[in-house]
């Protein structure tokens, strides 16, 4: 089984992509997801949150105050680096279980988003790499329209590596400025150079 690592900058087309490559019977599974489950209540990696940042970073209900500790660790980069040496490793445990188990059932080709793939220096684990892009414009625009502020636009992008960087790293880029057609068509042809 072939594994392909999806990256990108926020707001760059990570789910969209994921999600046409899931509709045409691809396994996928997002880090992003498993960095939910990894902090839900009564998991190991939340207690090591609580401690590392504080009681008041879980709520009476016992679930992590995602916004809190967002508002947090993307003002500050060393809270950042301690959050994500906390999560990180159990969050690649998961990936890497969910791989297997799809190579036991036969599968060619799994997906894994990652959106720190390069900076978490994942590619080793993986056969290829695709990064989706888009301009910085295109970028705000639609960080803008799910509701972000600038200065939360601004902590996110500056969280991660600059997208130059990001596609000078891939083995495959897809440009997501236009439509779904123009992006299924590039992920058609990256799909077949990998078989």
């Known amino acids: 089984m072939k594994v392909l690592g999806l990256t990108g900058g926020i707001g760059m087309g990570k789910s969209t992509a994921?999600?046409?490559l899931r509709d045409h019977g691809i396994p996928v599974v997002d880090t992003d997801d498993l960095a939910r489950q990894v902090v839900e209540p009564g998991q190991?990696?939340?207690?090591?949150?609580?401690?590392?940042?504080?009681?008041?970073?879980?709520?009476?209900?016992g679930r992590l105050r995602r916004d809190a500790l967002a508002q947090r660790?993307?003002?500050?980069?060393?809270?950042?680096?301690?959050?994500?040496?906390?999560?990180?490793?159990?969050?690649?445990?998961?990936?890497?279980?969910?791989?297997?188990?799809?190579?036991?059932?036969?599968?060619p080709l799994a997906v894994v988003v990652i959106p720190l793939l390069f900076e978490t220096r994942a590619e080793p684990e993986l056969d290829a790499t695709?990064?989706?892009?888009?301009?910085?414009?295109?970028q705000h625009a639609r960080l803008r329209a799910?509701?972000?502020?600038p200065e939360?636009?601004?902590?996110?992008?500056?969280?991660?590596w600059p997208i130059e960087q990001k596609i000078s790293r891939a083995d495959y880029l897809v440009w997501?400025?236009?439509?779904?057609?123009?992006?299924?068509?590039?992920l058609e042809?990256?799909?077949?150079?990998?078989n």
């Open 18 to 20: 994921a999600q046409w």
């Open 44 to 61: 190991p990696a939340l207690a090591e949150v609580r401690k590392a940042f504080g009681a008041d970073i879980v709520g009476p209900d």
């Open 73 to 107: 660790v993307f003002a500050d980069a060393a809270d950042r680096a301690r959050l994500e040496s906390l999560l990180h490793p159990p969050i690649r445990a998961l990936w890497h279980a969910r791989m297997e188990t799809w190579r036991a059932a036969g599968h």
């Open 130 to 138: 695709l990064c989706v892009a888009c301009t910085a414009a295109t």
């Open 146 to 149: 799910r509701g972000w502020s």
């Open 152 to 160: 939360q636009i601004a902590q996110r992008v500056r969280a991660q």
């Open 176 to 186: 997501t400025e236009a439509g779904l057609e123009v992006l299924a068509a590039q």
């Open 189 to 194: 042809r990256i799909l077949q150079g990998l």
